[in-house]
């Protein structure tokens, strides 16, 4: 019935074969594999092979997802595609995804709110379920970051990575994914970007990092109050995965003291859209979370944009 609430059936994420530690960048970026762990916390990351396209990241994630939540690909009528890092910006990469998984004729779009990208699709997904538009939905972020880096930049190159992380939405009689908290600031959007077609991305990490840690705290404090929460009651709390030392900093501001902490960003890196979902699918593989624990998502990033809401975990 339109108006009810919607839910995450289940997560999954699809990681590429590839492991990279930081000993393998750090001789060509002139630094040490401690440096790279000390600025970012990171300790390795996923680069994507040939055949690891994004689309076919994202099926990957979604077919896992699906088989989670004891559903088939013809169960799905929306497919929406988080993703900044499509090779052309022409087609996008959800009706790919589709096809992959063998659904014919459903609705399929991409968003492109980089890093804040899952949030935002999830939100979108949120309204077209409870609305009764959607009755099962593929929220998917996919990345290949290490596309559109410059092996050679000290200050990206250790941070992106791939990778690909699908929720299942489906409908519920009571409210699974709290409103979400969204928005952006354009007048700051130079601040990370890609300048051209063929370009690499530029990023100015520490004005980044200041409005991360002191603006989105209250976007944070605002997705728990639309959820009738404090932050002191989230079993979760699952951020863009930036940085260890940003991600650490935004949960002691939040005063999320009994929340899980997801710290996917050690072992998986920067992937964009795809970090929130791979951060929560992996917090809920570990047992860290349980059904119907209250976790907060807040993805954020180029634009710059961000969105943040309160799910229960699936």
Not at 202 to 225: I, K, N, S
Not at 233 to 250: F, S, W
Not at 284 to 299: E, K, N, R, T, Y
Request: charged fraction near 15%; aromatic fraction near 4%; hydrophobic fraction near 45%.
């Amino acid at each position: 019935m339109p108006g009810a609430g919607s839910r995450i059936a289940a997560v999954a994420g699809a990681r590429p074969d590839r492991i990279v530690r930081n000993a393998e960048l750090a001789a060509s970026l002139g630094v040490s594999a401690e440096w790279i762990e000390r600025r970012t916390g990171i300790r390795e990351r996923r680069f994507a092979g040939p055949e690891e396209s994004v689309p076919k990241m994202a099926a990957n994630a979604a077919g896992k997802a699906l088989s989670a939540a004891g559903l088939t690909p013809a169960d799905v009528d929306l497919v929406v595609l988080a993703t900044c890092s499509m090779p052309s910006s022409m087609p996008g990469g959800a009706a790919s995804v589709a096809a992959l998984l063998g659904i014919g004729g459903t609705a399929a779009f991409d968003v492109n709110a980089a890093c804040a990208g899952f949030c935002y699709g999830l939100g979108i997904a949120d309204g077209l379920v409870r609305a009764g538009t959607s009755r099962c939905a593929l929220v998917v972020g996919a990345e290949r970051m290490t596309d559109w880096v410059d092996p050679a930049d000290v200050n990206t190159a250790p941070i992106f990575a791939d990778g690909a992380g699908a929720a299942v939405v489906v409908p519920a009689p009571e409210t699974g994914i709290h409103p979400v908290v969204w928005g952006g600031d354009g007048n700051r959007a130079s601040l990370i970007t890609i300048p051209d077609r063929h370009g690499h991305v530029m990023m100015q990490g520490q004005p980044v990092y200041r409005w991360a840690t002191t603006e989105l705290v209250a976007v944070a404090e605002e997705a728990c109050a639309r959820s009738g929460r404090r932050p002191a009651d989230l079993k979760g709390l699952v951020t863009h995965q930036a940085n260890l030392r940003l991600l650490e900093l935004l949960a002691s501001r939040l005063g999320a003291v009994n929340a899980a902490v997801a710290r996917d960003v050690v072992e998986a890196g920067n992937t964009s859209a795809a970090s929130v979902p791979l951060a929560l699918s992996r917090l809920v593989a570990q047992g860290d979370l349980q059904p119907g624990d209250p976790v907060l998502l807040l993805g954020f990033g180029a634009g710059l944009s961000y969105a943040g809401q309160v799910i229960h975990c699936p």
